[in-house]
């Protein structure tokens, strides 16, 4: 990719978490049995009207809020025209010159550097129905059928500038955008679900300045899948300009089996879907007063809490950012820290131990979780029992205390019983304690490791280490020292 330079700008679609559809009362609930969530209104049917939903507007307003836009108190709702088998009304209704908000900026980490980029608009429109496909994507699929469960689901469509240098770039913005909208409550953004999905336009550039046509790749559903297509289509793109050829402004798709982007069709500008203004729908017209309440609603937003991690607890870079990036990790370790415990000791049991037993399933009370770091800072029990602890109280419920006193689990620190297993350890490596004597001090790992097997993990691991080392300095013939 030497001399040419890539810009990518990214148009991010949002479900909004409401109950209902954007113009009419039909339930929004994923997974539903096909078309059984409509009416009327999302069907398009003649006479029907649609009627402005309050609180997708107000999540629209938050999502805004959160990204740093201005809010227009004047926008308009328009009709875009195309023809799709998933468009039931053959209209889309959406914001086109006059949208809800502009101007906003999203600030975020690629690897150590902190980015920026600006977002040029978010505005309001309803979703589209859902194709399935006989095959695994529209590529290669004998038939489509479709479902209008999603018809009329209301959207929030973030725009960024073509600002973006890299696929790694535009990956880690989308990454960070899906964290600030769930932070700020207005989405879950699985992208899974639907509920989170990106279209992607990218150029390449031969020189500075000089002019060529666009390309989109749509509805890229994974993070993945957005890095690796964009990835592809710059090699593509390249390919092109350097045998003599002409990029040409289409839109593509990704086919994740092949690994490489497919042409679907000539891109469409805004003339071939007709704006004009939604006759069925006023101007949508904002109380000032009724945004500054939303805004004081917002809560402590991502790089706002890291900031806030580092500096007040000390924690690393590593511990901040898996705590931020798991907005039910981070509620733990606060409640957790608030009781006065140490932030670095809470800190790295909450991102394990707890994290991993979390990604499978269930969730244990940051009360309970408090009551195990306790038994096992105070010497009560040792950390591998308190791993063995930990899972059970996922899979069960229980309590730490009702759970060590059922297993009647203790610590083992009697010197003379540690002793004991030390020799017995020792004395079945002599080639290794050798070893370790002529430099491998790496090797009290091991040592540790086997004393801990023989005590079933109910070894004190402090004075363990301790008597190992004293126990290596002396040799083969080492009896324990008497305090």
């Not at 053959?90 to 550097?113: C, H, M, S, W």
């Not at 899906?178 to 953004?189: E, F, K, P, W």
């Not at 602890?389 to 069960?396: G, H, I, S």
Request: proline share 6%; net charge negative; glycine share 8%.
């Amino acid at each position: 990719m030497t001399g040419y330079e890539i810009r990518i700008g990214l148009e991010i679609h949002v479900e909004l978490a409401t109950n209902t559809k954007i113009f009419c009362g039909c339930a929004v609930e994923f997974g539903a049995p096909p078309n059984s969530q409509c009416c009327p209104v999302c069907l398009g049917l003649p006479g029907s009207l649609p009627v402005l939903n309050r609180a997708a507007v107000e999540y629209a307003i938050r999502a805004a809020l959160a990204l740093n836009c201005t809010i227009n108190l004047y926008s308009e709702f328009v009709r875009k025209n195309y023809f799709y088998p998933d468009l039931p009304k053959a209209f889309q209704i959406t914001q086109d010159d006059k949208p809800l908000a502009v101007n906003g900026l999203l600030r975020y980490y690629l690897g150590d550097e902190l980015m920026e980029t600006q977002i040029t608009r978010l505005h309001l429109e309803e979703e589209a129905g859902k194709s399935i496909h006989s095959g695994e994507s529209i590529i290669g699929s004998e038939y489509t059928s479709v479902d209008y469960n999603r018809a009329g689901i209301p959207l929030a469509e973030i725009v960024t500038a073509p600002t973006m240098n890299s696929p790694a770039q535009a990956r880690a913005f989308l990454e960070q955008l899906r964290l600030v909208l769930q932070y700020a409550g207005v989405s879950d953004c699985k992208m899974e679900n639907g509920s989170l999905r990106c279209d992607a336009n990218i150029t390449v550039h031969p020189e500075p300045g000089m002019r060529v046509e666009k390309v989109e790749i749509k509805n890229l559903n994974s993070f993945r899948a957005l890095e690796r297509a964009l990835a592809y289509e710059a090699e593509r793109q390249v390919r092109v300009l350097e045998r003599g050829g002409t990029v040409m402004p289409e839109t593509r798709t990704w086919d994740e089996r092949a690994q490489k982007t497919v042409r679907m069709r000539v891109k469409a500008g805004a003339p071939d879907y007709r704006y004009f203004p939604e006759p069925d729908l006023p101007p949508l017209e904002l109380d000032a007063a009724w945004i500054e309440e939303i805004r004081s609603t917002l809560p402590e937003l991502p790089l706002e809490k890291e900031a806030r991690y580092q500096e007040a607890y000390g924690l690393s870079t590593y511990d901040t950012g898996v705590l931020v990036r798991a907005p039910q990790l981070a509620q733990v370790f606060e409640a957790t820290v608030a009781q006065g415990r140490d932030p670095k000791f809470v800190a790295n049991w909450v991102t394990g131990d707890y994290a991993h037993l979390a990604r499978l399933g269930g969730t244990v009370s940051a009360e309970h979780f408090g009551q195990l770091l306790d038994m096992i800072s105070s010497g009560a029990i040792s950390a591998a029992q308190g791993k063995t602890v930990l899972q059970e109280m996922f899979a069960r419920g229980v309590s730490p205390r009702e759970f060590v006193a059922e297993m009647g689990f203790t610590v083992i620190a009697d010197r003379d019983f540690l002793g004991k297993v030390i020799r017995e350890v020792l004395t079945g490596h002599p080639e290794l304690v050798e070893r370790y004597c002529n430099g491998e001090d790496r090797l009290l790992g091991f040592f540790v490791g086997q004393v801990m097997k023989a005590t079933n993990g109910r070894a004190e691991p402090r004075l363990v280490n301790k008597l190992l080392v004293e126990a290596l300095a002396e040799g083969r013939n080492w009896q324990p020292r008497a305090e």
